[in-house]
């Protein structure tokens, strides 16, 4: 019998650890209190990071079916990126990706849904599991990531001047109003975590945004890759809303 990723057995704990909880306003504390699995949906350039929302049109029928399926069940779904941008079926994937607890939910018409997913915590693929299903389901590991289920964690330690600095900067060469009153109210989380969601930067980049250890080092990551954009003058600015 194999292992199971950090902590012991995933499933065995997790499935304890879910039992008979009211699933509505649900709220986790911590890597214990995740279910077993997660569907995995593949999505190029996206990101989703710990209490950021990400807003998605589902329409492929397998992707509907995991919609149906989170609705009635832990209404988790896990975003990850396939390490090629070519189109595939099933795709390889990066081996971390963000869980997102459905928030908002409509049917929009010709087969369509909107989904609202509310980022809860990164996770690392531990393996795939066969559900009978015509999307993809995985056995997560959240153990690596405790810190991302505690709002708030390593903001002291984020360069904020320098962050709205590059910020500024890079408004002002891409001609895009600010709303700065919005920015000064806002956590160094809810600051770092959203602008690297906006960031219209690539799929490469945007995982390295992902994997980054901390908030600092996200935060770092994100004026460096900034920066680079302003120095090749890719005027990519208009993208960013």
Not at 115 to 139: C, D, I, P, Q, W
Request: hydrophobic letters at 40%; aromatic letters at 6%.
């Amino acid at each position: 019998m194999s292992a199971g990723p950090a902590g012991g057995n995933v499933i065995a704990g997790a499935a304890k650890s879910t039992a008979g909880v009211m699933k509505l306003n649900r709220v986790y504390a911590g890597p214990q209190e995740m279910p077993a699995t997660i569907p995995l949906f593949p999505l190029v350039g996206a990101l989703l990071l710990p209490r950021r929302p990400i807003q998605l049109t589902v329409f492929e029928p397998r992707y509907l079916e995991m919609l149906d399926d989170a609705l009635s069940g832990d209404r988790l779904i896990g975003i990850i990126q396939p390490t090629d941008e070519t189109p595939d079926a099933a795709p390889q994937l990066y081996p971390l990706g963000c869980a997102g607890r459905i928030v908002q939910y409509a049917e929009i018409g010709d087969e369509r849904c909107f989904v609202t997913l509310m980022g809860v915590a990164r996770f690392r693929l531990f393996s795939e599991v066969k559900n009978g299903r015509s999307y993809r389901n995985a056995v997560a590991d959240y153990g690596p990531f405790a810190e991302d289920f505690r709002e708030g964690a390593g903001e002291a330690a984020v360069d904020r001047e320098g962050l709205l600095a590059t910020l500024r900067r890079y408004a002002e060469i891409n001609d895009i109003q600010i709303v700065w009153s919005d920015i000064r109210e806002a956590s160094n989380e809810a600051l770092v975590n959203g602008l690297s969601m906006l960031s219209p930067c690539g799929p490469k980049e945007k995982q390295a945004l992902l994997e980054a250890h901390d908030l600092k080092a996200r935060a770092e990551m994100l004026v460096a890759i900034t920066t680079v954009e302003l120095a090749r003058g890719d005027g990519v600015g208009t993208h960013l809303h």
